[in-house]
């Protein structure tokens, strides 16, 4: 290796032990009694070495293969050294807090140190420690003031921080399959990191920022210094009071902002950080690999890789990859690829691939399972639900049980232990309440009837339901004074269900016209018992009470029993009693 600074150094390259600002645990380190074992396969091995030492393994599931079969001889030594037996040479372990993470790191890093300014650059260019090569897009940062460079393709970079005339610089560099790097360059015999304040976290590998980087919006705005970045360091972070962008690339804290989980983020266009907890506002958006804790507002969208812990609002668009813990507000549009715990507001559609408590929309809501509430100018969907009350413009679409369906059209859901209104068809397994014209419930009621009643009407009467409520539904004619056509809309309530008697009461409005000058609105209110005659038929009749409305230019008489009457300028008003009689069968 080559130094052409007249300072001492101190090179170490991490092959098994953990780095010293990363490990609190030494788990590494224990000490691991192992049996022979023949036969055995891998991920059992690992479980056992997990479940004794008290850590967990942290590693991209594509890495290891968990089924694959070794044969391990005694061991006794420390868990690092069992795991290079057991994984070979190509692997790096570090540990963070309770993690042992493996990383694939075949290569090993050398570094070339040139003359620079000494308080506030230094350059150099990365190597492979065997071929000699240059190695590009390498990550090289320094610990203490968390500032950070690329190697560009020739493999040479320039580092600028800030440094006073003691302090040490803890000089890293990380490559994806690489082994990470560290130099510390000590101006005195003392090594310890001056700033205490400084914490470092580690995140263990999901497939959330990947996938965020490679949506639309990712390709789009996350440059590619912020990818690499991102893959060299591999879950590692680290805390700042706050930063400033312009945009993604434009930032107080370089090419090391994606690595930085801030207080206060303030992005003039938007911005690409590992997270904030307090506040982040941007101008257009707000994009962040982990979690978003207290508030983030941003002009267009926010995109978040990890959790929503308090609040998220845009103007519209918001897309988190984990869960919602508090509320988000989108003026067009939110997805959660998670959970949302307490909350969700779109202007047109929401959208959960997990359970949800409350979603509002103006159009659409849809999610894996409602738990407590949907409400949706047009249509609610959930997959499955436990306990929600959906409420819809036009219809509500519910896979498991729901409480309550409330729908301008349509209401189908598996159970409903409530109520179902709607204003033309309900559908269920199950639903004892159902309150619409059609009622097509599996474990209900359905029948058809012919009957007349005071008024004369011969109609046909279409009844469905579930055990306790049902609609109604007629049509039928009369010619004893005017030719009139008659349309019954309504509900009915199963008063009891005997072997052989039945008692229903039932509210009903028809409408009746001669599709010419004279139109009639009658409201009955019926008591019908039916009696079975065995298979699928039976009789019904009962006492009606009806209020009639009669057309200005009805010159017929007030049908049935007439209660009470009175005549204006604008028409006829009686109150009538009757009779209903009819043969049904149940469908």
Known sequence: MIFKIRWFFLLFTIFLT?????????????????????????????????????FYFSYQSSLIDLDETVSVPSYEGQVAGFLRLLLGEDFEF??????????????????????????????????????????????????????SSLSDQN???????????????????????????????????????RDKSRKLRFYPEGGAVEAMENSALGRLFIGFRQRVQRLNLGGFFAESPMQVSLTPGLSSQGVFNSQMINNFSLNILGGYTAGVEGLEIAGIFNMNQKDVKAFQVAGIFNMTG????????????????????????????????????????????????????????????????????????????????????????LNNYSQG??????AGLI???????????????????????PIGLLNLIENGRKSLSVGIDETGLGQI??????????????????????KMYGFDFGFGLHIF????LLMDFEFVNRQTTNFSKLSNNTSFFRLIPAYKLGGRFSIVGGPSIGFTVFDKNWEYPSPGLLLAGRTTNNGRYALHAGFYAGIAYSL
């Open 18 to 54: 953990p780095q010293k600002f990363v490990s609190a645990q030494d788990f590494l380190l224990h000490e691991v009694n192992y049996e022979v074992a023949n036969q055995a396969a891998l991920g059992n091995v690992m479980d056992e070495l997990s479940q004794e030492q008290g």
């Open 94 to 147: 570090k540990e963070h807090d309770k993690y042992v993470i493996i990383k694939y790191a075949p290569g090993k890093l050398d570094v070339d140190l040139i003359e620079g300014n000494k308080r506030s650059m230094l350059k150099g260019k990365v190597r492979d420690l065997h071929s000699g090569e240059a190695v590009p897009f390498a990550s090289v940062y320094e610990k203490n003031s968390m500032v």
């Open 155 to 193: 493999g040479d970079f320039e580092l600028k921080y800030k440094k006073q005339p003691d302090d040490l610089v803890w000089l890293t560099v990380s490559k994806e399959e690489y082994r990470d790097t560290s130099f510390v360059i000590l101006p005195s015999v003392d090594v310890g990191l």
């Open 306 to 393: 990890g959790d929503v812990d308090g609040f998220q609002a845009s103007g519209i668009h918001n897309f988190v990859y984990g869960k919602v813990n508090g509320f988000q507000v989108g003026g067009i549009y939110n997805h959660v690829m998670g959970e949302v715990n307490g909350g969700q507001v779109a202007g047109i559609y929401n959208f959960s691939q997990g359970s949800s408590d409350i979603q509002i929309a103006g159009l659409l809501n849809k999610t894996d399972q409602a738990n407590v509430l949907q409400i949706a100018g047009l249509s609610n969907r959930a997959d499955r639900s436990t306990g929600a009350f959906q409420i819809a413009g």
């Open 401 to 406: 049980e729901v409480s309550y369906q409330i």
């Open 411 to 433: 209401n189908k859901a598996e159970n409903v232990s409530g109520v179902q209104l709607a204003g033309l068809i309900n559908i269920a397994k199950s639903s004892d309440y």
């Open 461 to 482: 009467t279409f009844r469905s339901g579930g055990r306790k409520l049902y609609g109604i539904v007629g049509v039928g004619m009369s010619e004893l004074s005017e």
């Open 497 to 500: 269900d005997k072997e052989k």
